[in-house]
Nanobody
Framework: QLQASGGGLVQAGGSLRLSCAASGLTSDLGAIGWFRQAPGKEREGVSCISSSGGHTYYADSVKGRFTISRDNAKNTVYLQMNSLKPEDTAVYYC????????????????????WGQGTQVTVSS
């Protein structure tokens, strides 16, 4: 199971840190991705981190503002979100791949095997 948490309401320019805690499938845990879905929009890939944490990827819209990291001892992946904008408002989901690497297909939600339940992030202007 994947459990996403840390969402909330924040003013534009503020910060939040999301957490994605894994349990029950850690022996199969590979690369982890963060996605978000705003009302009426498709779920989009935000970031991905490889199993070792050595490779990270970001959508252009969040590059330079968001940082993904992981603590494998705690089976947890984090998404530090700084300089938040109203357009970052969405439900954020974490997802796990069976593979160790994100690869070029990381923004494709179809390549992820496990999903968390989502956490709401609302950025007010």
């Amino acid at each position: 199971q994947l459990q996403a948490s840390g969402g909330g309401l924040v003013q534009a320019g503020g910060s939040l840190r999301l957490s994605c805690a894994a349990s029950g499938l850690t022996s199969d845990l590979g690369a982890i991705g963060w996605f978000r879905q705003a009302p009426g929009k498709e779920r989009e890939g935000v970031s991905c981190i490889s199993s070792s944490g050595g490779h990270t990827y970001y959508a252009d819209s969040v590059k330079g503002r968001f940082t993904i990291s992981r603590d494998n001892a705690k089976n947890t992946v984090y998404l530090q979100m700084n300089s938040l904008k109203p357009e970052d408002t969405a439900v954020y989901y974490c997802a796990a791949k069976r593979g160790l690497l994100c690869g070029g297909t990381w923004p494709n939600k179809g390549v992820y095997a496990y999903w968390g339940q989502g956490t709401q992030v609302t950025v007010s202007s």
